[in-house]
C-alpha cells in the first residue's frame, strides 16, 4: 500500500508515484488497483533513495544505474547457469573416462606382438 511504503521511508506518495512513472519502480497491482510492494520493490526503493538522498543522483542518472545492475544480475545468473553446466559436463566426463579406464584390459608388454613391417 503506498501510503504504508510512504510513511515507513518518509518520502511523499506522489514520489512513489513519479518512480513507477519512470520506470525506477514496478509495484503489482491488487484487484481493487491498490500498489502491493514485494520486498525485491522496497530493497530496489532503498536503493533509489540511497543514490538520491545520500550520493545526490539524479533521477536519470538512477534509471541509468539500476538499469545497469539489473544487467549485471543477469549476467551473473547468467555466469552461474555456465558454471553449472560446464561442472555437469566435466562430470559426465569424468564418468565416461573412469568408464573407459575400467573396460581397458592392461596386456603384458612380452604378449604384444608386433605386425611384419614393424620387425627388423
Do not use: F
Amino acid at each position: 500500500m503506498i501510503s504504508a511504503v510512504a510513511e515507513t521511508y518518509h518520502v511523499h506518495p506522489q514520489t512513489l508515484r513519479l518512480y513507477e512513472r519512470l520506470g525506477l519502480l514496478k509495484p503489482s497491482r491488487s484487484e481493487g488497483n491498490t500498489r502491493l510492494y514485494t520486498d525485491v520493490d522496497l530493497e530496489r526503493l532503498e536503493v533509489i533513495l540511497n543514490l538520491t538522498r545520500d550520493l545526490g543522483v539524479n533521477l536519470a542518472g538512477v534509471e541509468v544505474i539500476l538499469n545497469m545492475r539489473d544487467k549485471m544480475e543477469k549476467m551473473q545468473e547468467e555466469v552461474e547457469e555456465l558454471v553449472r553446466y560446464i561442472r555437469e559436463y566435466v562430470s559426465s566426463g569424468d564418468a565416461v573416462l573412469g568408464s573407459v579406464r575400467n573396460a581397458l584390459v592392461r596386456v603384458p608388454a612380452s604378449k604384444i606382438v608386433r605386425s611384419g613391417r614393424e620387425q627388423k
